[in-house]
């Protein structure tokens, strides 16, 4: 029986953390989705005591986010130990992590889930432009419709130009320290294929 490296210990720890963070944002989204449908299906939610309100707030981040911690632990020991180029493969991954200074971590973050932020960040944006225009009672629910949709499409037109900016940030980086990036199926396959000869 192989004993755990160090390294192979922070890696999944590293991986069990994020993990746990995710399921910690999702589990508060549903606390708070919760709380925003009480008032309209549940009201007697809010005549309970503090300490029921309190459970009911905290349960569901702190369910949510042990139980994705413990997939996200058991899928990188799966594709830890399955075979020795994949091993190989997180291993690398992690060190080359870990090089890594904050600003290009955050950027490597940014640029992995442009997408879900984007996307999140324009539903938002729908939410809040309807929530700030809602309060105006002058105006027709028509009226309030265009101005909720115009604040929205300022805001996309923001996101689209800073992921540009994000996207030129990224490439002027790649030529600096001209790096060749490879997609990480391609490199795999390439290092079962050398182990192989």
Not at 59 to 80: G, H, I, Q, R
Not at 94 to 111: D, M
Not at 124 to 144: M, P
Request: charged share 20%; glycine share 6%.
């Amino acid at each position: 029986m192989k004993l755990a490296t160090q390294e192979e210990l922070q890696a999944q720890r590293n991986v069990v953390m994020v993990g746990g963070f995710k399921g910690l944002l999702l589990g508060t989204a549903i606390s708070v989705g919760i709380f925003a449908a009480a008032p309209k299906y549940y009201p007697r939610i809010f005549k309970m005591p503090w300490s029921i309100k309190t459970a009911i707030f905290v349960t569901p981040p702190a369910f949510v986010a042990s139980v994705n911690a413990e997939l996200c632990s058991n899928e990188f020991d799966y594709n830890m130990y399955s075979s020795e180029a994949s091993q190989k493969r997180i291993l690398e991954e992690h060190q080359r992590w870990n090089s890594l200074n904050n600003t290009e971590k955050s950027v490597e973050i940014l640029s992995n889930n442009k997408f879900k932020i984007i996307t999140g960040l324009w539903a938002a944006s729908l939410y809040g432009s309807w929530w700030y225009v809602n309060k105006d009672h002058l105006l027709t629910k028509t009226q309030k419709l265009v101005q909720a949709r115009m604040y929205a499409q300022f805001i996309t037109v923001g996101l689209l130009l800073g992921t540009i900016g994000l996207s030129m940030y990224e490439e002027n980086m790649a030529k600096e320290h001209k790096k060749i990036v490879f997609n990480p199926d391609d490199e795999a396959l390439k290092d079962v294929l050398n182990s192989k000869d």
